[in-house]
């Protein structure tokens, strides 16, 4: 039987609901896990879960929202960093996306959740925060362009082309295969310029 959780630990509890339904849904998949397996997970009862969550999706849209927005906060200030130039901006913002999204892996899910598994309604903040990210990373391509840094006709379609690569790592990195972390950035890091047609393509640590 479940232990019995206090409701004051409000936030803490919360946040531990997050934690065990995102591991849950990153292992089974999201249609795959009731309310009842997070609720044992996390040692309360459902009726307790249903404290802090109307429901299952309730739940998907807060482990989504809280992702995007550390993710968000994590990334666009580097990219918007003008003291840096466009290319150092790529190159540290390669290696947070990468960095960030393996650090927090179990709460990206397996596919695109924001588009394939939230309701209309709570898709639309995970679809702007998205933005907010997408079109950071467009302006410093279009700005190394502008300055020379960079050579690409289409940067709409460069942009995406870039961001679907580095959301990809997700569904096939390991820690423990062949390509340690280190080198994954670097790699990805040469890639990304060289797809940019960037002029200094060096990787930096």
Not at 9 to 31: K, M, N, Q, T, W
Not at 42 to 64: C, E, P, R, W
């Amino acid at each position: 039987m479940a232990r019995k959780k206090s409701l004051d630990e409000g936030p803490v509890l919360s946040g531990r609901i997050l934690d065990s339904a995102s591991h849950l849904f990153y292992e089974r998949g999201y249609g795959s896990t009731s309310i009842r397996d997070i609720a044992e997970a996390v040692g309360i009862s459902s009726s307790t879960m249903y404290h802090h969550f109307m429901n299952k999706q309730d739940i998907l849209h807060a482990i989504v929202s809280r992702f995007m927005t550390d993710f968000v906060d994590a990334t666009v200030p580097t990219l918007r960093d003008r003291s840096l130039s466009p290319t150092e901006r790529i190159r540290r913002v390669v290696r947070l996306h990468i960095e960030f999204s393996q650090a927090r892996r179990p709460e990206l899910l397996i596919g695109n959740p924001i588009r394939y598994a939230l309701d209309p309604a709570n898709k639309e903040q995970g679809i702007k925060l998205q933005r907010a990210y997408h079109d950071a990373v467009q302006e410093v391509i279009e700005e190394g362009c502008r300055c020379g840094e960079f050579a690409t006709d289409n940067v709409a379609v460069t942009t995406l082309a870039i961001l679907d690569m580095l959301n990809g790592i997700r569904e096939w990195f390991s820690p423990s295969g062949p390509l340690g972390l280190d080198e994954l950035i670097d790699r990805y890091i040469e890639i990304v310029l060289s797809t940019l047609g960037a002029r200094d393509r060096s990787v930096r640590t």
